[in-house]
């Protein structure tokens, strides 16, 4: 494994970053009437997975507060998957769009768990 520096450096990170991004550019195009509700809840829970991996990250120094925040990232990443179940239901989200995201949510998740059961890896 390469030296990491910052939670930047994580390939979770990176992953899970550019999904939310590209989460953000398709509900873009969901209804008005979503903007409070669905569209509003899925981005934050997908951008919610980066930014408690960025707080597991300043907690490394401490094996449980990592690994609390690393659950929370895994709790967040649940959410979006369902979310992007309703958006899919909804018929604001076309199979193909929703079968990709779908899987790299299934590589983030199972990212987080290895975290999870090994943060020795990480933590100092």
């Not at 934050?44 to 930014?51: D, F, K, L, N």
Request: aromatic share 14%.
């Amino acid at each position: 494994m390469s030296h990491i520096n910052s939670f930047r450096d994580l390939i979770v990170y990176k992953k899970a970053y550019e999904l939310a991004m590209q989460i953000f550019e398709i509900t873009q195009f969901f209804p008005k009437e979503e903007t409070y509700s669905l569209t509003g809840q899925i981005r934050r829970s997908s951008r919610s997975v980066t930014s408690n991996l960025c707080e597991a990250w300043a907690k490394k120094l401490y094996i449980r507060s990592f690994v609390h925040k690393l659950s929370d990232s895994l709790s967040e990443e649940y959410e979006t998957e369902g979310w992007l179940e309703y958006s899919l239901q909804c018929k604001y989200l076309d199979k193909e769009d929703y079968t990709k995201l779908m899987s790299g949510y299934d590589e983030v998740r199972k990212m987080l768990i290895s975290m999870i059961n090994h943060p020795e890896k990480f933590c100092r």
